[in-house]
Nanobody, 116 residues
Framework: QVHLVESGGGLVQPGGSLNLSCAGS????????MRWYRQAPGKERELVAQ????????NYADSVKGRFTISRDNANKTVYLQMNSLNVGDTAKYYC?????????RGQGTQVTVSS
């Protein structure tokens, strides 16, 4: 059974940083592209960042470029999202996902709230 468990969310002040983690199990982690999505209340889900199986290729939403960094550790089956210079617009529930066409598995998410 596939499990993706996110952690590291919380409340942070504008300008602060958080590092999200997502541990995967129940599938061959190294064979899946990994993604971070976010969704704020009343808004559509947004693909924030993606990393290829070997970690060599990454893509980011324009809204987070230069502030967020996605990385992965295949040996420990974990993907990370380092988030810097956070602003109130980053407030959302963040989900990690494992993607290998035609499947995508998604975790339960972790809440990130940016507020003073």
């Amino acid at each position: 059974q596939v499990h993706l468990v996110e952690s590291g969310g919380g409340l942070v002040q504008p300008g602060g940083s958080l590092n999200l983690s997502c541990a995967g199990s129940g599938f061959t982690f190294s064979m899946y592209d990994m993604r971070w999505y976010r969704q704020a209340p009343g808004k559509e889900r947004e693909l924030v960042a993606q990393i290829s199986t070997g970690g060599t290729n990454t893509n980011y939403a324009d809204s987070v470029k230069g502030r967020f960094t996605i990385s992965r550790d295949n040996a420990n089956k974990t993907v990370y999202l380092q988030m810097n210079s956070l602003n109130v617009g980053d407030t959302a529930k963040y989900y990690c996902a494992a993607a290998r066409w035609p499947r995508e598995y998604r975790g339960q998410g972790t809440q990130v709230t940016v507020s003073s």
